[in-house]
């Protein structure tokens, strides 16, 4: 039995709100070297910058929440007005890649070379240079981390090895899941994947049980969420009721991946052997 984490504030439990900013971009790559011919997927993605970011923005504001938005550079230079309206409302800009490259494409210096230019443009989109990073489709590539930390990022949240944050070669970690990814519930594309999505409904029940799971454990529910999937009208609904009861449980921490990862910072030393456990730069055990 691990001792339970120190949340910010006393609280049982830590919830970040975070979204992938994808639009058009991660099948922009996919296809990169066979186009498609057929825009219909281009245009279901588009609906994320174009409408749904409205919807997700405006229910952040009625719910009082600041979110992090993982965001692409090539969405950033496509939709330059809506990432600034992200951070005038006071959210964090983060980085996701150029066009949603996962690491494990590029070698080590083409990583480095789009997470420079990425984040050159969300610092001048912004005025903040951003502090972190998540992977596109929660891949890792044995070299990422370093490259990461070698571009003086202070955390990542791509990988799911604890249900705390923790360290990972020299940078924080604010973990993910991939039951509490929307793009589990509700990627439905047509063609050949029949799969309907889940409804809204369902969605909220299944993310209120990890809510309800980590107040138990005092454990971070990371939610991962996709304007272009989560921001039509039914699912913001869901999502304005699901923040409404974290808040309401008034055990639950609510912040940016950003501020978890320097409290982490700040606070972990305290705690170091039952929280950190040192690694070599690809997160191997020393
Ligand atoms: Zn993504």
Do not use: K
Not at 89 to 112: S, T, V
């Amino acid at each position: 039995m691990s001792a339970s984490y120190p949340w910010p504030g006393g609280h049982r439990a830590g919830l970040c709100v975070t979204f992938d900013f994808d639009g058009e971009s991660p099948l922009l790559w996919r296809r990169r070297n066979d186009p498609p011919g057929d825009v219909a997927e281009l245009e279901q993605r588009r609906y994320g910058p174009r409408r749904g970011i409205h919807h997700v923005l405006g229910t952040l504001e009625r719910t009082g929440v600041r979110a992090t938005f993982f965001v692409p550079g090539h969405i950033a230079a496509t939709y330059r007005s809506a990432v600034a309206e992200i951070h005038a409302a006071g959210h964090e800009l983060a980085l996701h890649g150029w066009c949603h490259e996962p690491p494990a494409d590029l070698d080590a210096g083409g990583l480095r070379d789009t997470l420079t230019r990425a984040s050159d443009l969300l610092a001048d989109i912004s005025g903040v240079r951003p502090a972190g990073y998540r992977s596109p489709s929660f891949r890792m590539s044995p070299d990422g981390f370093e490259v990461l930390a070698g571009l003086g990022l202070a955390y990542d949240s791509s990988v799911m090895g604890d249900d705390r944050p923790y360290r990972i070669g020299g940078l924080v970690e604010i973990p993910v899941d991939w039951a509490t990814d929307d793009a589990v519930y509700y990627r439905c594309t047509g063609g050949t994947e029949t799969r309907p999505p889940y409804g809204a409904g369902d969605l909220y029940d299944a993310w209120h049980a990890e809510l309800t799971g980590a107040r138990e454990a005092g454990t971070l529910v990371n939610l991962t969420m996709h304007p272009w999937l989560s921001g039509r009208p039914a699912r913001v609904l869901g999502l304005r009721r699901l923040l409404e009861a974290a808040r309401e449980s008034g055990d639950v921490w609510i912040g940016t991946a950003g501020e978890l990862a320097a409290h982490h910072r700040a606070t972990a030393p305290g705690t170091a052997g039952v929280l950190d456990v040192p690694t070599d730069t690809l997160g191997w055990p020393l």
